[in-house]
């Protein structure tokens, strides 16, 4: 064989290495991993008389794999705690005496859009799941979304922030989250409120659909508040050395740096900036910070400030829900954090654990009301849902044009601090009424 | 201006000396046996975990640790010899690609299985050294210095070194080289087990670095092929060369326009450098 050949192979090799690493291994089909709950045991107690009992299958992936593993974990989890709640508590009773008691159906999607699609396809024909939870990241829940809409399957989202997915018509799809258009607007007032003189942001954000959204509307919305972004651009998902994008920012010399994207790369970015000793006086980036295995950063966190869609200190109470006229549903703060820290060494749950509780609080709601699992019906009882829960407050837009998209709840700022021994913390520290310490502001 | 465009060079130089040290490897390989080893980036991943381990669970220096991983690399390199390529390196180049993605898919699903495609972080540092205007993290610079360093002693063992002629002789000419009694399976399996070397320790002086993950050696093979190609096919020097043309390129390009251009550069070079000097720059290795 010819040198020349050589050449042309090893140009084909690398071609066909780079479309193997977009496209990822594809293993074989997976059982799926039906997750016993307390409910089949406890369905053989003696129910009382004349009641039958209706098993409603609940469908969802979990990044088990790949990037989004660990925030994906946690939404599990909490979707997990509510479905042992709710069948614990003896399930949901309809009006016609009917018990409906929850089973969860769900397979890993190694965060690979290729196979959300076709696994969500898969709950809805072969698993005949009622109704559907979405997965994690909102590349992939848009991707779900298709088949949730094409099936006729109500599909609650959460851990899925990005706007679009509920500007396509979609009837069938509704949102949990505080959507990605005002997820960093906060950190701009914050910034305003403790700085006024801070005029200067770079917005630096990965290139997914979510962390564009964001960085879109933190950008207009910094524009329109006298802000001054010095630098706007978007980095490759799979980025793991910022150098390049930090020497950028030093030069743009920014008061704040606004954006990241999911866990990984925002830790990353975290750790990469205080490697570098980059002097800015603050720090708020996605996702990433009100994870509390954050703190595994160290003195990298210090500063770091991060919207956080709940926290455990929030102040959603059955009399805060009184005060603004809305009605109380769901357990309690303080009951959520306690069952979560009992079965996780005291561990605090992250937003993605509440979110993932929520997601299934809201289809209890919706089901309630409805009074039936009749698809049509439950979607017509989430239209018309307006509550405040231990997550906060929780509405849809039922317009056309947005359909589903979530216009009730609000975020949090969180603040990584040192407490007096030390320690790392997690300040509430926006909206003020909420604070739990002071900004610690400039950073350096 | 003036500062960026120094401080991005000189950030670009110090991950690019790293990029060649894993280059090396791939091209020492083919140039002494006309092997294109498939499983360079899951041995990349394995010296990053090597170090990995070593540092999370006893404690170690992460490099010191890195020597052991270079000795383990080694062996590595010699199982993997025997096993997969030494009965394929007469046979068409066909064969021996084939043989060496099948490691590379052995290490990818069993390393997928253990460790999952989660990410770790190597939680060492050294500060922020100042030099000037110009900062660095403590542990790249270290780690560019360990991978000259590694650079020149390959460089000494090959030309002033007995085992390292022989290697350079097989290299040159298999048959006039046993001819002169050189051993050459033993010859060509030292120089596998080098090249797996260098790719070990790139991986460890990476997880010093950077996160890691079972699948992040994918990345470095890619850049690794780009770089052999830009270089010279077979030319460990041109190799080096070329990983720092590549730095250079991920660190200065982003000064001026989007950092989502780098690898669109990047890739048009490598066509570039294969239809107008397929040679590379420094020249192939006849």
Redesign the interface.
């Known amino acids: ?1 010819s ?2 050949s ?2 042309i ?3 084909l ?2 071609l066909a ?2 479309v193997a ?1 977009c496209g990822g ?1 594809q293993p074989q089909q997976p059982a799926p991993e039906s997750q016993p709950t307390k409910a089949e045991t406890k369905a053989e107690e003696p129910a009382a008389p004349a009641s039958t009992e209706q098993d409603v299958t609940i469908g969802f992936t979990a990044s ?4 989004y ?2 925030s994906s974990t946690r939404q599990t989890t909490g979707l997990q705690q509510w479905i042992d709640d709710v069948n614990a508590a003896g399930g949901i009773k309809l009006d016609d005496g009917t018990i409906v008691k929850f089973k969860a159906v769900s397979y890993d999607d ?1 965060s690979n859009k290729d196979r959300v699609q076709e696994l969500y396809t898969r709950l809805a024909t072969e698993d005949d799941a009622d109704f559907l939870i979405s997965p994690y990241s909102s590349g992939l829940t848009a991707a779900a979304a298709v088949i949730a809409e094409q099936y006729g399957k109500p599909m609650i989202t959460t851990g899925a922030a990005s706007d679009a997915t509920y500007k396509q018509g979609y009837t069938q799809v509704f949102q949990a989250y505080t959507p990605a258009s005002r997820y960093l607007t906060g950190a701009l007032d914050q910034l305003a409120a403790v700085d006024p003189s801070a005029k200067k942001v770079a917005i630096v954000y990965e ?1 997914s659909k979510f962390s564009t959204g964001v960085a879109e509307a933190a950008k207009t919305y910094a524009e329109d508040n006298g802000f001054e972004v010095v630098l706007f ?4 998902p ?1 980025t ?2 910022f ?3 930090i ?2 920012i ?2 743009a010399s920014p008061d704040a740096i606004l954006g990241g994207g999911h866990f ?1 790369d925002g830790s ?1 970015f975290a ?2 900036l205080f ?3 980059v002097a800015v006086k603050d720090i708020a980036l996605l996702v990433a910070p009100p994870e509390p295995t954050f703190a ?1 950063l ?1 003195d990298a966190a210090v500063g770091v400030i991060g919207p956080s869609q709940w926290e455990p200190a929030a102040k959603y109470t059955e009399e805060a829900a009184k005060e603004a006229g809305l009605p109380w549903y769901g357990i309690s703060s303080a009951d959520f954090t306690k069952t979560y820290q009992d079965a996780h060494d005291g561990e605090d749950p992250s937003y993605h654990v509440a979110g993932g509780y929520a997601a299934g609080l809201l289809l209890q709601k919706a089901i309630e009301d409805a009074g039936s699992t009749d698809p049509a019906k439950v979607k017509e009882a989430m239209d018309a849902i307006d509550m405040l829960t231990f997550f906060g407050h929780l509405k849809f837009d039922t317009s056309e044009e947005a359909h589903g998209l979530q216009i009730g709840h609000d975020m949090i700022l969180i603040q990584w601090q040192r407490d007096d021994d030390g320690n790392l913390v997690k300040q509430v520290i926006w909206p003020t009424e909420g604070a739990t310490a002071e900004p610690l502001y400039p950073i350096h | ?1 003036g ?2 465009l120094v ?2 060079a000189i ?2 130089l110090l ?1 690019g000396v790293i990029y060649g040290l894993a280059a090396m490897g791939l091209t020492l390989i083919f140039g002494v046996m ?1 092997v ?1 080893n ?1 499983a360079h ?1 899951p041995i990349i991943a394995l010296g990053m975990f090597g170090v990995y381990l070593l540092f999370t669970f006893l404690g170690l220096n992460p490099f010191i640790a890195l020597a052991i991983v270079a000795v383990a690399g080694l062996l590595l390199g010699f199982v993997i010899y025997f096993i997969a390529v030494n009965r394929v390196i007469d046979a ?2 066909l064969s021996s ?1 084939l043989s060496t993605f099948s490691v590379n898919m052995m290490i ?1 699903g069993v390393g ?1 299985a253990v460790l ?4 770790y ?1 190597v ?1 060492y ?1 050294l500060g ?1 050294v ?1 030099l000037g205007f110009f ?3 403590g ?2 610079l270290t780690a560019s210095l360990v991978a000259l360093l590694v650079t020149l002693l390959l460089y000494l063992f090959l030309y002033r070194t007995r085992p390292g002629k022989y290697i350079r002789a097989v290299a040159n000419n298999r048959m006039s080289a046993e001819l002169m009694g050189i051993p050459s399976t033993r010859i060509l399996a030292l120089a596998f087990g080098i090249g797996t070397m260098l790719a070990t320790i790139s991986g460890g002086l990476i997880a010093t ?3 890691i993950n079972i ?2 050696g ?2 470095f ?2 850049k690794s ?2 770089i052999v ?1 830009l270089g010279g ?1 077979g030319n460990p020097l041109g190799a080096m060369i070329g990983g720092l043309i590549l730095g250079l390129i ?2 200065v ?3 001026f326009m ?3 251009w ?2 669109v550069i990047e890739y048009v070079l ?2 570039l450098i ?1 239809l107008v000097r ?1 040679q590379g720059i420094m020249g ?1 290795k006849e």
């Open positions: 064989m040198r020349k050589f050449f192979l090893s140009m090799l690398v290495l780079a690493a291994a088990q794999t790949g990037k593993n660990v190694e290139n651009e978007g980095y490759d799979d793991k050395d150098n390049a994008f020497n950028k030093e030069a990984q990353t750790r990469q490697e570098k000793g595994e160290g | 201006m500062e960026t401080t991005s950030d670009g991950i006309d294109i498939l980036g068409p180049p690609l990818i997928t999952s495609t989660s990410a972080n939680d540092s922020t100042q900062r660095v993290p542990t790249r670095i950077l996160p699948l992040a994918g990345s093979e890619l092929f780009v190609v096919l991920e660190g390009v982003p000064v989007k950092t989502t780098v690898p490598f066509v294969l397929p192939a």
